[in-house]
T-cell receptor, first 113, second 115 residues
């Protein structure tokens, strides 16, 4: 199942710099996109989301950009902090109530002090 | 902040045995899910549950699996006869469409090890 793909298994950045995590999708029926953060031995924690009617959503240090024509979204974290080190999952769904999430493989972000 | 809770955190079982994984979703949520993550693989959807019945299930969710909401608060996943390949982290999630959007909240997971 390659409907949601995160091509970078890992990313390492310096504290204070920008982290950019990327995600591509193939299913045109997806119209809602989410980013989850996951620490070891914990469940995914919701971070930020975006509907397909928007191209940008911002929440504090986190911004998600959506390029529908390219079927691509990205998560920007600025400034990055060591506590941001975690696995980040991109997920997509159809925005009908209760529909399933389809996840990407995840990207391990390491923010170095 | 309300949260989804799962028990046990770790379950070890012998192949062929039945296991029940338990979840207490967030109290006013209406949709409930089970996902799993086999080590090194993606988080995969298993099943969704709404209005006391399965609303959607994946091809993974075969006759060995069942879900139940026996008492209006707990949400359980039963695996009738476990196989080695059922070893994974199992995540429960619940969802209520809100003003802010459409996110599901996940529990901390149950690590199932089949030996």
């Amino acid at each position: 199942d390659q409907q949601v793909k995160q091509n970078s298994p890992s990313l390492s950045v310096q504290e204070g710099r920008i982290s950019i995590l990327n995600c591509d999708y193939t299913n045109s029926m997806f119209d809602y996109f989410l980013w989850y953060k996951k620490y070891p031995a914990e469940g995914p924690t919701f971070l930020i989301s975006i509907s397909s009617i928007k191209d940008k959503n911002e929440d504090g240090r986190f911004t998600v950009f959506l390029n529908k024509s390219a079927k691509h979204l990205s998560l920007h974290i600025v400034p990055s902090q060591p506590g941001d080190s975690a696995v980040y999952f991109c997920a997509a769904k159809r925005e009908t109530s209760g529909s399933r999430l389809t996840f990407g493989e995840g990207t391990q972000l390491t923010v170095n002090p | 902040e309300p949260e989804v809770t799962q028990t046990p955190s770790h379950q070890v079982t012998q192949m062929g045995q039945e296991v029940i994984l338990r979840c207490v979703p967030i109290s006013n949520h209406l949709y409930f899910y089970w996902y799993r993550q086999i080590l090194g693989q993606k988080v995969e959807f298993l099943v969704s549950f709404y209005n006391n019945e399965i609303s959607e299930k994946s091809e993974i969710f075969d006759d060995q699996f069942s879900v139940e909401r026996p008492d209006g608060s707990n949400f359980t996943l039963k695996i009738r006869s476990t196989k080695l390949e059922d070893s994974a982290m199992y995540f429960c999630a619940s969802y209520l469409r809100g003003l802010k959007g459409s996110e599901a909240f996940f529990g901390q997971g149950t690590r199932l090890t089949v030996v």
